[in-house]
């Protein structure tokens, strides 16, 4: 009889084990389907700066420092895609500081802010902007949920015991450069 009870009670043990296992697989997947998504709309962001600088180019030719800036601010966002998200989300904020002072230079040449090709890429690039801060606050909120259940009793004993580790959140250093810039036309 206390074979049968403790052979219950290791059998219960294994469910519950295999059951918070695949909950905690399951979070991890989708943190990392999350941090994928964001990586691919980054992306999408870089190669919309490009066509940018090349759009300002025409116009703003001893402007130079302001878009070769911009475009180290890009090859820096470029080089810290898909790593940790601490090193994206530094690399990202300083791209964004770089674009608003595009679009502020901007201001100084009319035929530019009136050109038809700039204030596309501006939309885009304002779509783009939200759509990142979307899969963001998505990745953000499954990091949140993954880390809460690893920290979790029971399922912290089982999370340690199989070697899961917490997750980064997306974050920016300086609460503005989540903003997404503008210029009123």
């Known amino acids: 009889m206390a074979f049968l009870v403790l052979l219950g009670v290791v059998a219960l043990l294994v469910i519950v084990g295999i059951g918070i296992y695949n909950r905690l697989v399951g979070l991890r997947?989708?943190?990392e389907s999350a941090w994928s998504d964001?990586?691919?709309q980054l992306k999408r962001r870089h190669d919309l700066v490009g066509n940018l600088v090349e759009t300002v180019k025409g116009y703003a030719t001893h402007e130079q420092a302001t878009l070769e800036k911009?475009?180290?601010?890009?090859?820096?966002a470029v080089g810290a895609a898909g790593s940790d998200p601490?090193?994206?989300?530094a690399a990202e904020g300083f791209l964004s500081q770089q674009l608003r002072q595009i679009f502020a230079l901007a201001e100084s040449?009319?035929?530019l802010k009136a050109n038809q090709n700039f204030q596309q890429l501006q939309a885009a690039l304002q779509e783009l902007e939200e759509a990142i801060q979307n899969a963001r606050r998505y990745y953000n909120a499954v990091v949140r949920d993954?880390?809460?259940?690893?920290h979790s009793i029971p399922d912290v004993l089982f999370a340690r015991l199989l070697g899961f580790r917490g997750k980064s959140f997306f974050e920016l250093s300086d609460p503005g450069e989540s903003a997404v810039p503008q210029v009123k036309f």
């Open 29 to 31: 997947v989708r943190a």
């Open 70 to 76: 911009v475009v180290q601010a890009r090859n820096q």
């Open 38 to 40: 964001i990586d691919v």
């Open 146 to 150: 993954f880390n809460t259940r690893i």
């Open 109 to 111: 040449y009319p035929d």
């Open 86 to 89: 601490a090193k994206t989300g």
